[in-house]
């Protein structure tokens, strides 16, 4: 299986920060990645798919790229409402997961 | 409003069985692949079964394959999970998602809040 590693499992940042979060597979994946969102007691959010492209719905701050075995997710200008943890996730063949970033108040 | 509800969890001993269920509700349930995911506590997600949207394929995590069954029930919008032969490394968080379609295929476009399911003697 594809093993996805999110090296960050906690990242600080303010309100207004542009922040990346990284996830790198331990071999190439093709674009059948997806970004989530998850905040405490409730169900996971799917922000980005297919690597890149937003879901509805979503806000335009989020934006997601990368090829390879290296995939970021960018939030440009943090909102209070990003404080979350965020995990990537590939389908090939099946679907495995990074750990998660944590992304929490400097 | 589309929706995923599970339910089914609680505290089971070792080498019991015990069915999770999630209710779908807001969208055409006989019309899309679903999937069951689990997360230990402390540990990242772990996708660990699908099943067609016609019932007829289901795929497992060979961490659970021949322990664990999906099925659905299309008349009532449900998703069940049957879980045999408990095991503590079972006791986790578990979700029920539904795949999207088109562009959005291989994805989790939809998830539940889960139902946890605690395996302790």
Redesign the interface.
């Known amino acids: 299986d594809i093993q996805m590693t999110q090296s960050l499992s906690t990242l600080y940042a303010s309100v207004g920060d542009r922040l990346t979060i990284t996830c790198r597979a331990s071999q190439a994946i093709s674009n ?1 990645l ?1 970004w ?1 969102q998850q905040k405490p ?6 922000l980005i ?2 690597a890149s ?1 937003l ?1 509805s719905g979503v806000p335009s701050r989020f934006s997601g790229s990368g090829s390879g075995t290296e995939i970021t997710l960018t939030i440009s200008g943090l909102q209070p409402d990003d404080f979350a943890t965020y ?1 990537c ?1 590939q ?1 090939n063949p ?7 970033t944590k992304v929490e108040i400097k | 409003q589309v929706q995923l509800v599970e339910s089914g969890g609680g505290v089971f001993q070792p080498g019991r069985s015990l069915r999770l269920s999630c209710v779908a509700s807001g969208f055409t349930f006989n019309t899309f692949t679903m999937h069951w995911l689990r997360q230990a506590p402390g540990k990242g997600l772990e996708w660990v079964a699908s099943i067609s949207s016609d019932g007829d394929n289901t795929y497992y995590a060979d961490s659970v394959k021949g322990r664990y069954t999906i099925s659905r029930d299309d008349s009532g919008n449900r998703l069940y999970l049957q879980l045999n032969s408990l095991r503590p490394a079972d006791t986790a968080l578990f979700h029920c998602a539904r795949e999207g379609q088109a562009t959005k295929a291989q994805t989790f476009d939809v998830w539940g809040q889960g139902t946890m399911v605690f395996v302790s003697s």
């Open positions: 059948c997806a989530y007691g409730k169900a996971p959010k799917l798919y297919k492209t879901e995990f996730q389908c099946y679907w495995t997961f990074g750990q998660g």
